[in-house]
């Protein structure tokens, strides 16, 4: 999913959402289920585009 349809799923929130903010939250997401950021498979990063699940 690109990072502005993530960031278009956030809106309406009580906060608004910044650039970094799906950034941070897929961090956050990958620490919680115990992945490596720099070695994930489940959860991958597409340089220039968003990130894909590949669960």
Not at 30 to 54: C, E, Q, W
Request: charged share 25%; glycine share 10%.
């Amino acid at each position: 999913m690109q990072r502005d349809q993530l960031l278009d799923c956030l809106a309406g929130r009580e906060w608004q959402p910044f650039d970094r903010s799906i950034d941070v939250l897929i961090g956050r997401l990958r620490n919680k289920i115990g992945l490596d950021p720099k070695a994930s498979t489940l959860i991958v990063t597409v340089h220039g585009v968003g990130y894909l699940f590949m669960g």
